[in-house]
């Protein structure tokens, strides 16, 4: 199981995420440890070579699990809820990806107009 100051951790990586400018959502207490790792893993994604992230390197999410002390018999679970944070972060990655493209195309269509 995990260590009070792995919990320590995760509580004060969460309310310095928390205090950011993101909106507000909500987490289900099954799904809490799964963001924790998540939150720790922040840094942890892997860029394709052409840009754009592919997912988070996944012997990173075992170290992290190990050193919170998360025991091995439920970091299968956990791993397996981390995916689907992923893929929301992922996909939220990629719209924000689409909505910046069109913007940058309707500068440019204003800059061509002004010529």
């Not at 799904?31 to 990173?60: E, K």
């Not at 970091?75 to 924000?96: C, D, K, P, V």
């Not at 069109?102 to 269509?109: D, L, S, T």
């Amino acid at each position: 199981m995990m260590n009070e100051a792995s919990r320590a951790a995760i509580a004060a990586r969460s309310a310095q995420a928390s205090a950011s400018s993101q909106p507000d959502f909500e987490i289900f207490y099954n799904n809490w440890l799964a963001w924790g790792v998540f939150q720790a893993c922040t840094t942890q994604w892997r860029i394709a070579p052409m840009g754009g992230y592919t997912g988070l390197d996944y012997t990173a999410v075992h170290s992290v699990m190990t050193t919170l002390g998360i025991a091995k018999k439920k970091r299968s679970s956990h791993f397996n809820r981390l995916r689907y944070i992923e893929a929301g972060a992922m996909a939220e990655m990629a719209e924000q990806r689409k909505r910046a493209e069109k913007k940058r195309e309707r500068e440019q269509q204003t800059r061509r107009r002004r010529r």
